[in-house]
T-cell receptor, first 112, second 111 residues
């Protein structure tokens, strides 16, 4: 069964450092998303991406964040200068035009 | 605004039915979803219902939607210990496809 894969599963980084979280969406999907879940809190929408551009972003997705689809298969989330409050589980998801989003297993980001 | 509310905790005995409830505020949502999250794992799509339906059954799972009251429920028949997890309700916005999640309901199944 096709699935969304994310790497790494756990990333520890120092405050102020840049991190890149990687995702391989399901191959025939057109919409790509990043969500995050701070420990004990709700899963929050960050950004959606379609046709090689951001289609929607939340207030959380400020200038420190960027997304890219560098080739035909990967979808990345970059955090330029990490803060302690960026520590969270980051989920990548993908979907066809309409319908259910399939989520990856997540990357746990710990900023120290 | 967009908001999804769920009760925090549900405890049932193995073999009983579980009913997890969810309310949402945005009447323009297109699909409503139930995801399951086991400890340390990702979000597993369980089932979903289109907003013009009022019921969907999928094996042990039954989803009921009351669009007038903006109320969604997930019934798990013959609950097993393997069903212990956090269950998230989510609504999909009409524009842009993003999902708005509830805080999750912890389901504990006692053997």
């Amino acid at each position: 069964e096709p699935e969304v894969t994310q790497t790494p599963s756990h990333q520890v980084t120092q405050m102020g450092q840049e991190v890149i979280l990687r995702c391989v969406p399901i191959s025939n999907h057109l919409y790509f998303y990043w969500y995050r879940q701070i420990l004990g809190q709700k899963v929050e929408f960050l950004v959606s991406f379609y046709n090689n551009e951001i289609s929607e972003k939340s207030e959380i997705f400020d200038d420190q964040f960027s997304v890219e689809r560098p080739d035909g298969s990967n979808f990345t989330l970059k955090i330029r200068s990490t803060k302690l409050e960026d520590s969270a589980m980051y989920f990548c998801a993908s979907s066809e035009q309409w319908g259910e989003a399939f989520f990856g297993q997540g990357t746990r980001l710990t900023v120290v | 605004g967009e908001d999804v509310e769920q009760s925090l905790f549900l405890s049932v005995r193995e073999g009983d039915s579980s009913v997890i409830n969810c309310t949402y505020t945005d009447s323009s949502s297109t699909y409503l979803y139930w995801y399951k999250q086991e400890p340390g794992a990702g979000l597993q799509l369980l089932t979903y219902i289109f907003s013009n339906m009022d019921m969907k059954q999928d094996q042990r799972l039954t989803v009921l939607l009351n669009k007038k009251d903006k109320h969604l429920s997930l019934r798990i028949a013959d609950t097993q210990t393997g069903d212990s997890a956090i269950y998230f309700c989510a609504e999909q916005m009409e524009y842009g496809n993003k999902l708005v999640f509830g805080a999750g309901t912890i389901l504990r199944v006692k053997s």
